[in-house]
């Protein structure tokens, strides 16, 4: 049984599923309306009562995963998470909350998880499909065919701003929603030619806001009582004769959810009229249900993690035998250094993979640009705190240690760190075939140990290794080598 808890810009869900066939049965759910946009200052500092009210949110949700045997959680933070600042500080707090660590996802990833959500409910593998996710923050288009993802597309424009900046204190006119909607086309435009009628042939809609949108429309008969875009210029319309939101009295949809609706009614109208969308069906599938797959993938050794670093080698033109051979070497030396293998392990093996990356740009340097290339790129199935610490990796695998020496004060990373140094000198000096000659270890300090016949047949290596102890004294580590 799987667990999957959503922390969006408007509400924090969650899902408990399990596989049954070929399908994700979901067993529990539960929704939280946080509103955690609305605590963002125009500074993207949140405020400690939005924080505070997470926090609660979390503990709650601790407790029903705490009900359940869980083989796999996830928590996944979205767009507030992204923008606010002050992450640093409250993140400890929300972790410590909901008992589990929390993965800040780019928008892309999150595209990419509510297309496979929406892909599992729909099981139509031959479907050219457009799906359109509008949260709180942000706005996710996904192009695709099947399971299949051909582009995924992340806007900073979500309901929460655009409520506020175009209807504020919940006054509704025409000119205000034109206003609303000319922006929402402006922020789409650029991008609007890839998702062009003919690349698709359904579209969905996988939010909240689009699915209570749906249901107003349903309820009371609104235009045709479909998601058609005359449909929704109709409830356009009845919202501007009340006037204001306090006036919005049909059925469908609770009161407090009326201003949301304001923003994501005018993002939709947005875009379906930039990309030519006639009408789309709401579905009650997307980024919490694409999450639960993700993890029995995972589950069952299909990590797409593993296939983004194949990706990323192909297009970068990385010698994989050579790259292989090193993450061979570095796993042979980091379980000396760390016979439990953590989480570090997986961090090792992809950043080994993706240590010579840089090259794509320049040899000088090659280091220095990998890690900017490895931390800053669309990389599906990481977050940006995966990405940070493979980019550290790889920054670090050779000259100076100040350049890590924040995360060398993480004993995991240190160990990982020291095996992938040594990995890549013993690659350059075409030394895999004599590993089994070195012993390590490291505590408080690094000691390294050869015997006599290996030292000598090997001397350039020796020639790196004494150099690595200067490396290591600069950042307050001791290094011994010994001979014997």
């Known amino acids: 049984m ?59 949700f601790k407790e029903i995963l705490g009900q359940h045997q869980l083989t796999g959680v996830r928590v996944v933070a979205t767009n507030t998470f992204r923008v606010a600042r002050n ?35 729909v099981a139509r593998p031959l479907e050219a499909r457009l799906v359109i996710d509008i949260g709180g923050g942000s706005t996710e ?5 099947g399971n299949d993802i051909d582009v995924v597309e992340s806007f900073g424009i979500g309901t929460q701003q655009q409520s506020i900046t175009f209807f504020p204190d919940g006054k509704i006119d025409a000119r205000a929603f034109e206003a609303a909607i000319t922006s929402a086309r402006s922020r789409f435009d650029d991008a609007a030619a890839l998702f062009r009628p003919g690349e698709w042939e359904a579209v969905y809609g996988s939010s909240g806001t689009i699915r209570a949108i749906a249901e107003v429309i349903a309820v009371n008969g609104i235009g045709d009582g479909a998601m058609s875009f005359s449909s929704l210029k109709a409830l356009e319309a009845v919202l501007v004769r009340c006037g204001h939101v306090d006036r919005f009295l049909l059925p469908g949809i609770k009161r407090e959810r ?40 995972r589950s069952n050794r299909l990590d797409r993690r593993d296939q983004a670093i ?3 080698q192909r297009r970068f033109r990385v010698d994989e035998e050579r790259a292989a051979r090193t993450a061979a070497l570095a796993r042979h030396l980091h379980l000396q250094l760390d ?18 990356v840089g090259q794509a740009i320049s040899h000088s340097g090659a280091h220095k640009h990998g890690a900017y290339m490895v931390e800053n790129a669309d990389m599906p199935g990481f977050t940006t705190g995966d990405q940070a610490i493979m980019g550290k990796l790889v920054l670090g695998q050779k000259g100076n240690l100040r350049k890590v020496k924040e995360q060398l004060g993480d004993p995991d990373f240190a160990r990982a760190q020291l095996a992938l140094r040594l990995a890549a000198m013993m690659m350059h000096a075409r030394l895999d075939e004599h590993i089994e000659g070195i012993r390590l270890r490291m505590k ?25 102890k200067d490396c290591w004294d600069e950042v307050s580590v001791a290094l011994s080598v010994s001979v014997g």
């Not at 016979?339 to 010579?356: F, I, M, T, V």
């Not at 300090?445 to 030292?455: C, E, F, H, M, S």
């Open 258 to 297: 009326v201003f949301v609706m304001l923003g994501g009614l005018s993002v939709l109208l947005g875009v379906m009229e930039e990309l030519q969308v006639p009408r789309m069906v709401a579905i009650n599938a997307g980024l919490r249900l694409g999450a639960l797959c993700d993890l029995e993938m």
């Open 339 to 356: 016979p439990e293998a953590g989480p570090y392990q997986r961090y090792l093996d992809w950043a080994s993979r993706l240590h010579e």
């Open 2 to 60: 799987f667990a999957a808890v959503d922390l969006g810009s408007n509400s924090f869900r969650l899902h408990i599923g399990h596989q049954a066939g070929n399908r994700m049965r979901v067993v529990k759910t539960a929704r939280d309306p946080v509103r955690l946009a609305a605590g963002l200052d125009k500074d993207k500092i949140l405020s400690a009562e939005a924080i505070a009210d997470g926090v609660r949110a979390l503990r709650s």
């Open 310 to 312: 194949e990706v990323f």
């Open 87 to 121: 992450v640093a500080a409250f993140m400890p707090l929300m972790e410590q909350a909901i008992g589990y660590p929390i993965e800040i996802i780019s928008g892309e990833e999150e595209g990419r998880l509510i297309y496979m959500g929406v892909s599992h409910e």
């Open 141 to 145: 288009l996904i192009l695709g065919r």
């Open 444 to 468: 408080s300090r690094i000691d390294i140990g050869v015997g006599a016949d290996w030292a000598k047949r090997h001397p350039t290596v020796m020639f790196w290794l004494e150099k690595e």
